[in-house]
């Protein structure tokens, strides 16, 4: 294969959108097609109303769309005509049978891989961009070879992704490294080459990582689990924090400082979310517990146990401190998306939270600046049954309606519109019931400034003791 004129993205999702998008833009020479069997996921990505929220994705998509950037749910047309096809499909945790709560549902990789089989009347090379397991292309391969048709090649390539929701865009369009995985066969490297060119386009040649097919898939997966072991591990020390009076921001800045350990990733919080990291180290776990490696296996478990554990602490603490009941208390809960500047909710802790605020019969009183209405409803249904979730959770278009009257603002996400510098946070204590208490899952206000107020402040990582004697 040589130089790449053609690519079709399979999966118009959090990842295949943006990244394909991102690609057109800075391509132009280069014509990309994003395909989905979804037609109501392509009508969106086709109308001035992305079906997903992220800072800069519109003036790309707009940029590109209808000149060299293409959605559409053809898929066959798409992969027919493609040099180049990313694989870009979801790839979540198994809900039953073998590997149940654990390993990744390979199910749509599978079949669009099988498409691409039947499909494909031309070489190709096929790229996994969606986070799968180790030796996942060893599987795609065996599937292609055994269904296509005579003499077409398929070259595999691994070329993971590593953009963070939110701040999708500029992490494309200047990454930290772009990683490309393949065979180490003259076709292989080959291949990896091509792929290398089409990035080569913005990003410079020393941060295109080139691998072994496995260390690529590997790499990924240790990415996820290592940026999420560090959240856990803050937050671990954020329970100790709140019981000796130290004080989480300052030791996770007192120890980000020495260069080995580094700044990043050390915000303690009410505990991570997002649809990979939890998926991805149950995905590790369970690779490791099939490679008969229990230990390993037990080590990366407990960066998800110690993240379910943080959630449930703070519902705790917030109990604690309303008098050990919320019973028909009005609790705003402030946020719904995992985090800021995404409309994702997948796997966000405000779910968890709001669902155990509701088992406690509490009144909740709900605002999120992006998340879509329907989809809190779908979630909260899930988690709490539709009526008790409708019984019980509020919608409110703004912060301020959402306090009024209530017993507790809870902060659970932490959009930049909730700060103190932004919410005029007066107002909405005087709105208030008396005591008024706000908790703040995401270290984002000044708790001294909102103490003067009136407030009763409650942050994680903190307690009343830190900074006195
Ligand atoms: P998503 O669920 O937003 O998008 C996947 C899309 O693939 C859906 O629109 C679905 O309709 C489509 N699809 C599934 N099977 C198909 C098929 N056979 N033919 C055509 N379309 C098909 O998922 P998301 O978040 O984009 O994730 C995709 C992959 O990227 C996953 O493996 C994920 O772990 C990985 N990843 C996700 C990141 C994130 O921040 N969301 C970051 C890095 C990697």
Redesign the pocket.
């Known amino acids: 294969m040589g130089v790449v004129k053609k690519i079709c993205c ?8 943006p990244t394909c998008a991102v690609i057109a833009h800075q391509c132009p020479d280069i014509k990309v097609t994003i ?4 037609q109501a ?1 392509i009508n969106a990505w086709n109308s001035n109303n992305l079906p ?1 929220y992220e800072p800069g994705l519109d003036e790309i998509v707009f940029g590109a769309r209808g000149k060299n950037l293409f959605f559409s749910t053809d ?1 066959e047309g798409a992969i027919l005509e493609a040099d180049l096809i990313f694989v ?4 979540p945790t198994k809900k039953s049978g073998m590997g149940a709560g654990m390993a ?1 549902d390979l199910a ?1 990789v599978e ?2 891989t099988r ?1 691409i089989a039947e499909v494909a009347k031309s070489s190709k090379i096929v790229v996994e ?4 397991p180790c030796r996942t292309a060893e599987s795609m391969r065996t599937i292609l070879d055994a269904n296509s048709h005579d003499h077409i090649r398929f070259d595999l390539l691994s070329n ?6 939110g701040t ?1 865009i500029s992490d494309l369009l200047n990454p930290d490294r772009v990683l490309i995985g393949a065979l180490q066969t003259p076709e292989g490297l080959k291949a990896q080459q091509a792929l290398a060119e089409v990035y080569s386009h913005w990003v410079p040649r020393d941060r295109v990582i080139t691998t072994n097919l496995w260390s690529s898939e590997l790499s ?1 997966l240790a990415a996820n689990a290592l940026l999420a072991q560090r959240i856990s591990s803050i937050n671990a020390l954020s329970a100790i924090c709140e019981a000796t009076g130290a004080d989480v921001d300052e030791v996770a800045y007192a120890v980000g400082k020495d260069t080995r350990i580094g700044p990043k990733f050390l915000k303690a919080s009410v505990g991570f979310g ?3 990291f939890q ?2 180290i149950l995905n590790l776990t369970y690779l490791a517990e099939s490679l008969n490696l229990p230990e390993v296996a037990a080590y990366w478990h407990q960066v998800v146990i110690m993240n379910e554990y943080q959630k449930k602490r703070f519902v705790k603490r917030i109990i604690t401190k309303l008098f050990n009941t919320i019973t028909n208390k009005k609790i705003a809960v402030f946020g719904f998306a995992f985090k800021k500047d995404t409309g ?1 909710t ?1 796997e966000s802790a405000a779910i968890t939270l709001i669902k155990d605020f509701i088992d406690e019969h509490a009144h909740v009183r709900l605002y999120d600046p992006k998340v879509e209405e329907s989809q809190i409803w779908i979630d909260l249904s899930d988690v709490s049954g539709a009526d008790a979730a409708k019984k019980h959770v509020t919608l409110f278009p703004d912060p301020y309606s959402a306090a009024e009257d209530a017993d507790a603002v809870v902060i659970v996400t932490e959009w930049d519109e909730f700060r103190d510098t932004k919410l005029d946070y007066q107002r909405i204590y005087d709105s208030m019931k008396k005591p008024a208490c706000i908790f703040d899952g995401r270290l984002i206000l000044d708790a001294n400034k909102l103490r003067k107020i009136g407030f009763k402040v409650d942050v994680i990582g903190k307690n009343e003791l830190a900074g006195k004697a």
């Open positions: 399979i999966g118009a999702g959090y990842v295949g959108g395909v989905d069997l979804s996921r997903i898929v870009s499909v979801n790839t990744a749509y079949s669009a498409k961009k969606s986070t799968v993971p992704e590593f953009l963070a929701e999708a990924k997002g649809s990979c998926k991805d994702d997948r």
